[in-house]
């Protein structure tokens, strides 16, 4: 199956750019009245025939929709801090793609070794990962933003309103998140949340225990997911007090000692694998 990318749909049509023009009819050699399948980057895939083979700007004219093609039943937010060689980073958007993100947030943190991001072709990475893999949906990769002023976007917490609830004046919330019921109830960290933050940081500290992703996954029982991946030196203990406060919970990738891009695909792959 092959797809192509309209940067446009509207009244019926879908418009390709250049690019996708020429790869339609240049080199996959479509012509007008052949059946081709357009995304609109958005979840849409659109059937379509090809009505001006233009190798410049193609068209084609919708014959049937398929709304959420390719999709994932969970809404999952990325923050990693680009690492020094930049292939890296864009091999963890292509993999992140593949196997289903929704945003990708480039974050600079204190111990970054990249303090700069260009997020060009990370873009067209996506584009094309997207397209290889089936999904009709294109992850937002933003531009790149300070781990603190990541913490502390307003926009973050609206969309993420995983406070935790009132409880009863006899429960004890643990450094690691746990909530102790009366009576000696346990309650896993994130399972009483509308949505889950997690940040997975090498703490030195013991008395903020970190816990397994695969165990806190499981126990949460909503579809909203942020993960944060420092850079090679980590996050800063005042970037992960921070975190702790905007109720982030300390999680760990397992026992293997991880390079940045490969912890944040184990992290995707994770959510993708909760929620099969």
């Known amino acids: 199956m092959e797809l192509f990318y309209a940067y446009e749909v509207s ?11 020429g790869h339609c009819v240049r080199v996959l050699r479509h012509r007008a009245g052949d059946g081709i399948d357009v995304i609109d ?27 959420g093609f390719g999709g994932h039943p969970y809404h999952l937010t990325i923050g990693c801090c680009p690492t020094k060689n930049n292939e890296r980073f864009e091999w963890f958007v292509e993999k992140a793609t593949e ?16 303090r700069v991001y260009k997020t060009e072709r990370s873009v ?33 917490d609206a969309a993420m309103p995983g406070a935790s609830p009132v409880m009863p ?27 889950l933050r997690l940040i997975a940081y090498c703490f ?6 970190r816990r397994s992703i695969k165990e806190v996954l499981e126990a949460f029982n909503g579809t909203d997911v942020t993960v944060l991946i420092g850079p090679e030196g980590d996050f800063s203990p005042e970037e992960a007090r921070l975190a ?11 026992s293997s000692r991880l390079r940045t891009e490969t912890a944040a695909v184990i992290a995707t792959t994770a959510v993708y694998l909760r929620y099969l």
């Open 244 to 254: 702790l406060a905007q109720d982030y919970i300390p999680v760990h990738l397992g």
């Open 99 to 114: 196997v289903g993100v929704d945003r990708i947030v480039p974050l600079i943190g204190e111990r970054s070794e990249r």
């Open 204 to 209: 030195e500290d013991e008395s903020i225990p």
């Open 169 to 195: 004046d006899e429960t004890t919330v643990m450094p690691d998140g746990t909530t102790v019921m009366p009576g000696g109830t346990t309650v896993m960290p994130g399972s009483d949340r509308a949505s």
């Open 124 to 156: 067209r990475i996506a584009l094309s990962a997207a397209k290889q893999s089936l999904k009709a949906r294109i992850p937002e990769i933003s531009e790149p933003v300070s781990v603190k002023d990541f913490l502390r976007m307003a926009d973050v």
């Open 41 to 67: 980057g958005l979840g849409t895939l659109y059937h379509c025939e090809l009505t001006d083979d233009s190798p410049k700007g193609a068209s084609a004219r919708v014959l049937s929709c398929v709304p």
């Open 11 to 21: 009244g019926g049509m879908c418009l390709l750019d250049a690019e996708e023009s």
